[in-house]
Structure formats: C-alpha cells, structure tokens
C-alpha cells in the first residue's frame, strides 16, 4: 500500500499570502497524484489531477508541481473562499487508493 | 450537470446490515468506474471500494472485505454498497463518487450519506 503523507497538519495564513502544501508518498506515484479541497460540511472537489493539472473550473492561483514521490500544491494569494482542507490522493498504483492525512488552512 | 445522490444511511446497531444507493445523472453512466469513500467524523478521506463499468470487477478496502459488496445497475443509473457485520469503526459519512476507467482521479463527488453504528 502506498502511505501519503501530507505537511504540514495546519497552515496559518493571511488573506493575499501564498501557501504552500507538502504530499508525499512512500513510494513513486509518477504523476498519478491528485489535490482535492474540502469546505466544512461539504463533499471533497477535485482541484488538481495529473499533478499539475487544473480541473475544470479551478482558478489559476492553484498550482500544482511534482513527480515521482515529492509534490507541492501552491495557492498564490490566498481568498476568504480557499480557507479548507486539502487532501492528496494517488491513484497510479491501486488497490487501494489512497489520500494523505490532510492539510488545513487556516486564518491567521 | 453531473449529480450523485448517496441515500440509505442511518443509525445501525454493531453486526447489523445496512444497503446504501447513489442515483447518478448528468453523464453517461455505464462508461464510468464508480467508487465509495468514506469519512469518519473528523478524520480524513478513506477509500472504500470500486466497481468497474460493466460491474464486473470490483475492488475493497482491506479494512471492509468480507463484509461490504458493491454493485451496479446500468439500466438504472445506480451504485450500491451492501454492508453487513457492520462496527463502530465504520461509522462515517459515505460518499459517491466517480472516475473515469484507468488510472484517474474522482472528478465527481456526490454529498454523502451517513452512517452510526452504535447500540
């Protein structure tokens, strides 16, 4: 099975400052790695696919980079609405499928 | 627009069954692998199972085989989860969701159903 793991637990941000969220899994995913943001009281929506590609409707200030067991998912100036939790998911090697931990980001 | 609507869930006593559904709409059903996920109360995302597009090949979580079954009916636009021996550790909120066939990620999320088990 292929552990995710995701850092840090929380992020602490201003509204306008860029975050940067850590995944990485225990052994190579190539690019098979997927971001998803969830909103208190709502389903996960997929962000990024691919590792670095956006989904549809998904604004350019989220990015996403990496390969192999390292990947990063960057918000450049973070809005009111991005305040969620953020979860990686591989899906290169399955069963099973597996999500990292979670990240939150939080108001500062 | 793509809809998936989990229903069935509800408070179940330990060792007990329970059938969940999802009503899919808005795509072409019978192309798409579907899967259930789920979140225990505060926790993270958890991969439960999967079912191919034609339902001939499905797969589980180690932590649910033997005990959960997961089905389709094309002709209906529904996925199921049959879940029996049922425990308190599988209390938690299932969702529906979608993939495309290979290796993809869930593009389509439905707003889950949940599930307590507890005497």
């Known amino acids: 099975e292929i552990v995710m793991t995701q850092s840090p637990a929380t992020l602490s941000v201003s509204p306008g400052e860029r975050a940067t969220l850590s995944c990485r899994a225990s052994q190579s995913v190539s690019s098979s790695l997927a971001w998803y943001q969830q909103k208190p009281g709502q389903a996960p929506r997929l962000l990024i696919y691919g590792a670095s590609t956006r989904a549809t409707g998904i604004p350019a200030r989220f990015s996403g980079s990496g390969s192999g067991t390292e990947f990063t998912l960057t918000i450049s100036s973070l809005q009111s609405e991005d305040f969620a939790v953020y979860y990686c998911q591989q899906y290169n090697n399955w069963p099973p499928l597996t999500f990292g931990g979670g990240t939150k980001v939080e108001i500062k | 627009e793509v809809q998936l609507l989990e229903s069935g869930g509800g408070l179940v006593q330990p060792g007990g069954s329970l059938r969940l559904s999802c009503a899919a709409s808005?795509?072409?059903?019978?192309?798409?692998?579907m899967s259930w996920v789920r979140q225990a109360p505060g926790k993270g995302l958890e991969w439960v199972s999967s079912i191919s597009p034609a339902g001939d090949y499905t797969e589980s979580a180690d932590a649910v085989k033997d005990r959960f079954t997961t089905s389709r009916d094309n002709s209906q636009n529904m996925v199921y989860l049959q879940m029996n021996s049922l425990r308190a550790e599988d209390t938690a909120l299932y969702y529906c969701a979608k993939k495309k066939v290979g290796t993809n990620p869930f593009d389509d999320w439905g707003q889950g159903t949940l599930v307590t088990v507890s005497s």
């Open positions: 808005g795509f072409t059903f019978s192309g798409y692998t």
